[in-house]
């Protein structure tokens, strides 16, 4: 079956770096687009950002754009975002997102940003 497992978050000061992992399995990983969801607390769902299956066609939403790099390993059937320039506001539970013939959604990683 399906399965999405984030990892990387956690507590980084304002102006620091985080990398988040999405392992994956139970899928054609290099054959989908994925996506990378966040939800701030008392907040709903937010686009992060999204690659193409082969690690092109990435783009970033506008409250992210330039600090934040999605990239991918095909053979490891992995995600990533990598969290630079931390701000307050990306505080958020972050999620990793398939669409296949049903939309799957791991379980998350926090991230709090906070001096």
């Known amino acids: 079956q399906v399965q999405l497992v984030e990892s990387g978050g956690g507590l980084v000061q304002p102006g620091g770096s985080l990398r988040l992992s999405c392992a994956t399995s139970?899928?054609?990983?290099?054959?989908?687009?994925m996506y990378w969801v966040r939800q701030a607390p008392g907040k709903g769902l937010e686009w992060v950002s999204h690659?193409?299956?082969?690690?092109?066609?990435?783009e970033y939403a506008d409250s992210v754009k330039g600090r934040f790099t999605i990239y991918r390993d095909n053979t490891k059937n992995t995600l990533y975002l990598q969290m630079n320039s931390a701000k307050v506001e990306d505080t958020a539970v972050y999620y990793c997102?398939?669409?296949?013939?049903?939309?799957?959604w791991g379980q998350g990683t926090q991230v709090t940003v906070s001096s």
């Open positions: 997102n398939y669409r296949g013939n049903q939309n799957y």
């Open positions: 139970g899928f054609t990983f290099s054959g989908y687009s």
């Open positions: 690659i193409g299956p082969a690690g092109g066609g990435t």
